[in-house]
């Protein structure tokens, strides 16, 4: 079935230092989304992209974070500067812009911030 | 705010046991309910949706019926395989909100042949 990239899997940086976390969606959906997982806690709603634009965020999605997908190339994800808070996983999904649409999820990005 | 509550943290079964894993609700519109399953180093996968009282959602063998008067949409299986052994998530989608998925805890299912 259709897959979802994300890039890289695991990423170890030092805390007050920028990263970009990458997403390859489904073809053809027009809906993106990132969640955040913290070991042991539930997924958690980050923010939604639609259009070139954020439909829709939780207040998870501090001022250091920051969402684009230039010319429909990866869906980004960039944290910066990054806090020890931000360890987690980081998934990314993409769906139609049907209402509730199937979403189709990445494999996640492990983060942590030392 | 919309928020989704599974009671059982992990399950354990036997090949051929029936399953339930409780799911309730609570939202402050009609939202539509999901069940995802999440299988070791992948992301949640689809497994099926209700966005109606009374609808049932079913995939796999697995099942669920929403209930708007008890707020619950219980995953239930007839007879697990070990190839069942997951971690699943009830969700709870907002269309209000551009499809945002709010999610469970997550109930890890272990089946032993």
Known sequence: GPKVLQIPSHQIIDMGQMVTLNCDPVSNHLYFYWYKQILGQQMEFLVNFYNGKVMEKSKLFKDQFSVERPDGSYFTLKIQPTALEDSAVYFCASSLPDNYAEQFFGPGTRLTVL | ?113
């Open chain 2, 1 to 113: 705010g919309d928020s989704v509550t599974q009671t059982e943290g992990q399950v354990a079964l036997s090949e051929e046991d029936f399953l339930t894993i409780h799911c309730n609700y609570s939202a402050s519109g009609y939202p539509a309910l999901f069940w995802y399953v999440q299988y070791p180093g992948e992301g949640p996968q689809f497994l099926f949706r209700a966005s109606r009282d009374k609808e049932k959602g079913s995939s796999r063998g697995f099942e669920a019926t929403y209930d708007k008067g008890t707020t619950s949409f219980h995953l239930r299986k007839a007879s697990v395989q070990e190839s069942d052994s997951a971690v699943y998530y009830c969700a709870l989608g907002d269309r209000s909100n551009y499809n945002v998925l709010y999610f469970g805890s997550g109930t890890k299912l272990t089946v032993e042949p």
